[in-house]
């Protein structure tokens, strides 16, 4: 849609970059390093808020190993070229450069000694150093492009985003007045605007919007990421058990991980199941095996021969070293063998040892859903990755628009991936707008 107010009326920049966050912020300092005048426009009150809180508040930046299958979408290449343009190691020597003290955790994952505030930092100073203008509370109103003018192909406008109390005030005040636009233009618009995760932090579904109107297809966005939910009995027996963590093997039938459990008050997480979470889709069983050093099948119905007057409970606290916490074993034998618990192995018959162990190495659930954007740490799916360039992530329907980061339809995994797909994308557009 063209706009025919006179363009000159409009602030212009090279680039314009809407959205704050990770891949606009890098996308930014790379692009303005090559000389070009760049403007981040963001709704939020302050840069970087899901950068603050990622990690437990120490940033999980990187991991040392990223390989494409660490990654899902519709088009399972799409990323290869930018995570190979941009490894890891490019970001950490921009860490290192900047005697950002980190480590390492298990699985290659890097965070921060101190605190997120010293990647959000780094990335702002330089941003600041190569001349990128950061304007926050600015609320896009409309995006329209502009007909037969070389230097710009788009115009924006904004409004100024009220705070809460403005918000009040104005409305005590019966306000009616509209609040005043600013316009932009730009050759270069980039839609770094994340997904729909932690609505509390500010996101929103601009950037599938603004995708929408220039023809792009989404792919169904959905919470990832997210720890699951459970009704009824099943429900109540995970509550009982807040607090407990163990090694599992959480799979479903796409996808195994070995990774710790962690009962909570409103359902399962820990990092097996927020992996899994990427992979599974509402309706479908997950499976947990609770003690994956253990074929508990074997265990017990050896036990059965050498030590037949043992309890159930006896063989699964002493000899698998009390992999299982005592008052999870109390509550699994509530729910899986209440009616056997004092009856000795010699009077259990070798099926129903066979099909308890089973249950242990392999505890169908199915959960009731997740706990949703609420809590959600990225969005699956977002803008279709066949309409937009791998190697620049420039839109294949509109001249000089880009997507990168988390509104395109790349989900990685827990561990540092998703912020390595943020600069990586950032890095490639950067490097061409």
């Given amino acids: 849609m063209s706009n025919q107010r006179n363009t000159s009326q409009?602030?212009?920049?090279?680039?314009?970059?809407?959205?704050?966050?990770?891949?606009?912020?890098?996308?930014?300092?790379?692009a303005g390093r090559r000389g070009r005048r760049v403007l981040?426009?963001?709704?939020?009150?302050?840069?970087?808020?899901?950068?603050?809180?990622?990690?437990?508040?120490?940033?999980?930046f990187t991991n040392y190993f990223v390989e494409p299958e660490h990654f899902l979408g519709a088009n399972q290449h799409f990323c290869k070229s930018a995570l190979s343009r941009y490894p890891s190691w490019e970001f950490i020597g921009m860490v290192e450069a900047h005697k950002i003290p980190y480590h390492e955790r298990e699985h290659g994952q890097l965070f921060c000694d101190d605190s997120a505030q010293d990647i959000l930092s780094m990335l702002l100073d330089e941003c600041a150093a190569a001349?990128?203008?950061?304007k926050l509370n600015a609320q896009i109103e409309s995006v329209q492009t502009v007909e037969n003018d070389k230097n710009a192909r788009f115009q924006l406008l904004t409004t100024k985003q009220l705070s809460k109390k403005e918000k009040q005030e104005r409305k005590e005040a019966a306000n009616q007045t509209k609040l005043p636009q600013t316009g932009y233009s730009c050759e270069s618009l980039?839609?770094?605007?994340?997904?729909?995760?932690?609505p509390t932090m500010g996101a929103s579904g601009l950037g599938y919007e603004l995708a929408q109107q220039f023809g792009h297809?989404?792919?169904?966005?959905?919470?990832?990421?997210?720890?699951?939910?459970?009704?009824?009995k099943t429900g109540e027996l995970i509550r009982a058990l807040s607090g407990i963590s163990l090694p599992v093997i959480a799979s479903n039938e796409r996808i195994s991980f070995k990774l710790p459990l962690l009962f909570t008050h409103r359902g399962l997480s820990g990092p097996s199941m927020l992996q899994l979470s990427n992979y599974w889709h509402t309706g479908e069983t997950i499976s947990i095996n609770l003690l994956p050093e253990t074929d508990t099948t074997a265990l017990l119905l050896a036990h059965k021969k050498s030590h037949p007057k043992q309890l159930i409970r006896t063989v699964l606290a002493d000899y698998t070293d009390n992999a299982l916490p005592k008052k999870l074993l109390t509550a699994l034998q509530t729910h899986l063998w209440e009616d056997i618990k004092?009856?000795?192995?010699?009077?259990?018959k070798d099926e129903r040892l066979?099909?308890?162990g089973a249950s242990l190495n392999g505890w169908q659930l199915k959960p009731s859903g997740t706990e949703g954007y609420r809590t959600a740490e990225v969005t699956r799916g977002g803008v279709k990755t066949d309409e937009v360039s791998s190697k620049t992530m420039q839109s294949n329907l509109q001249d000089g628009l880009y997507f990168i980061g988390e509104v395109l339809d790349v989900t990685g995994w827990l561990g540092g991936y998703n912020f390595q797909w943020a600069w990586a994308s950032g890095f490639v557009s950067g490097e061409i707008v």
């Fill in 354 to 356: 066979a099909e308890l």
């Fill in 217 to 232: 297809t989404l792919i169904p966005t959905d919470a990832s990421l997210v720890p699951f939910t459970f009704t009824d």
């Fill in 10 to 30: 409009y602030a212009h920049y090279d680039v314009i970059i809407i959205g704050a966050g990770a891949s606009g912020l890098y996308c930014a300092l790379t």
């Fill in 342 to 348: 004092d009856t000795e192995l010699a009077n259990i």
């Fill in 40 to 60: 981040v426009l963001d709704h939020a009150n302050k840069a970087g808020k899901k950068i603050l809180m990622s990690g437990g508040g120490r940033c999980n």
């Fill in 190 to 198: 980039v839609v770094a605007t994340g997904g729909l995760s932690i």
């Fill in 131 to 134: 001349g990128v203008q950061v």
